[in-house]
Nanobody, 112 residues
Framework: QVQLVESGGGLVQPGGSLRLSCAAS????????MNWYRQAPGKERELVAS????????TYADSVKGRFTISRDNAKSTVYLQMNSLKPEDTAVYYC?????WGQGTQVTVSS
């Protein structure tokens, strides 16, 4: 069955960095675009970043452009989200999404 397992979340101070990973299994990873979403308390889930099948095309929410970088390693069936210059408003549960499936999410908290 399809599984998406996120990791790398945690508590970080404003201005800090985190790298999220999403390990995929149960489907042909290289056939699907990959996406990161996030959901903050009391807010709707929003799309943060997407990467195309071969990683040549990426898109970002305006709120994270220039700070976050999405990438993928098809050999490892893993997608990454490098998050720099983190702000308190980046605090949320971050989810991996692909092949009509969601991961369980990983909590990112940005606070001093």
């Amino acid at each position: 069955q399809v599984q998406l397992v996120e990791s790398g979340g945690g508590l970080v101070q404003p201005g800090g960095s985190l790298r999220l990973s999403c390990a995929a299994s149960g489907f042909i990873f290289g056939n699907y675009g990959m996406n990161w979403y996030r959901q903050a308390p009391g807010k709707e889930r929003e799309l943060v970043a997407s990467v195309s099948i071969f990683g040549r095309s990426t898109t970002y929410a305006d709120s994270v452009k220039g700070r976050f970088t999405i990438s993928r390693d098809n050999a490892k069936s893993t997608v990454y989200l490098q998050m720099n210059s983190l702000k308190p408003e980046d605090t949320a549960v971050y989810y991996c999404y692909s092949a009509s499936h969601w991961g369980q999410g990983t909590q990112v908290t940005v606070s001093s």
